[in-house]
């Protein structure tokens, strides 16, 4: 298990270095100049110049690179080119509202997705197989923006204000947003574990385990959904590493202040340090989320377990 984690990290360093790398080559064939951001439309060739020595940006680009990498080592972002905030204190000032709202998505679209799907594949083509194929078409149907809107519109008034989840009523502020999330993902994940599962019990293990006269719920939720949460269990890891910078509707539409919002309006205002702030966090929880998913492999399954 050790070596499998020794291997997983490295791997999510090599990643997070060409992602870093991309970030570096993206500042420095924007079509924009960063210069040109911090100094505005009006601003001088002298003020230019200055706002580039400033920057380092006349060094040449190997020099820029080595510093720029240096910064990253010690956890250094740089600043907002809007306030001259540091990067690391916006990120960190919106990073929990995000994570909040991502945490109980996922508790509720992984809980119901497998729920419904293990009863869709255990009751197949029957009502509750066919109520679950509706419920799935529905789902993928429905853009998250409309039902973060059609929650807003229906339950708003008196049921969600907009603003900090960490205060008081915190799940009655939370509640709709965590259900725009999820819905989408509650659909794909039915859909994902019926399959699994349709697939497993199949298996001549499973058959097996009924003709020993076990009972039907001991073989479904110890021999057959073990196995079939591999998958599901995959999707998920990538899933909530790319949520994290991906909830820039829910936000908007909920007023919460969290990463999606940053990133929103660091797009709208062109600065350019924010974004790769979050692109690297992104980055990072995606590398740790599929680490967690490498050791999960080995609890669910041991036939996946390294020699």
């Known amino acids: ?24 080559v993206f500042l420095h064939v924007s079509p924009l100049p960063v210069e040109r951001v911090i100094g505005g439309p009006r601003a001088t060739t002298e003020t230019l110049q200055q706002i580039r020595g400033n920057l380092g940006l006349d060094e040449p ?16 972002l ?4 809007v306030n001259g905030t540091p990067v690391t204190r916006l990120i960190a000032e919106r990073l929990p509202t995000t994570l909040w709202l991502v945490a109980g998505a996922a508790v509720l679209w992984f809980v119901g997705g497998v729920a419904i799907g293990v ?16 419920f799935v078409l529905v789902g993928l149907s429905t853009p998250p923006f409309v039902m973060a809107l059609a929650l807003l519109q229906v339950f708003g ?52 385990a009924h003709a020993k006269g076990l009972s039907r719920g001991r073989v479904v939720c110890r021999h057959g959904l073990r196995a079939a949460l591999t998958p599901v269990v995959t999707q998920l890891g990538v899933d909530l590493g790319v949520l994290v910078g991906s909830t ?38 995606v590398s740790v989320a599929n680490l967690l998913v490498d050791v999960g492999y080995n609890l669910l399954d041991p036939r996946v377990r390294p020699a």
């Open 1 to 24: 298990m050790s070596r499998l984690v020794a291997g997983r990290l490295l791997y999510a360093v090599l990643v997070v270095w060409l992602v870093s790398t991309l970030v570096f």
């Open 61 to 76: 680009v190997l020099v820029q690179y080595g510093q720029f990498m240096k910064r990253l080592l010690r956890g250094d």
């Open 78 to 81: 740089g600043d907002s080119y």
């Open 119 to 134: 009863l869709g594949a255990v009751g197949a083509r029957g009502v509750w197989d066919r109520a679950a194929t509706v």
């Open 157 to 208: 008034g008196g049921f969600f204000e907009a603003g900090p989840p960490l205060q008081e009523h915190f799940l009655r502020r939370m509640t709709l947003p965590w259900i725009a999330l999820a819905f989408l993902m509650i659909a794909t994940y039915t859909r994902l574990t019926r399959g699994a599962m349709l697939d497993v019990l199949g298996e001549d293990y499973v058959r097996t």
């Open 248 to 285: 820039i509707v829910t936000e908007k539409v909920f007023g919460l202040q969290g990463v999606g919002q940053l990133v929103y309006q660091s797009i709208a205002l062109g600065d350019t340090p924010v974004i790769i702030g979050v692109t690297l966090l992104v980055t990072l929880f």
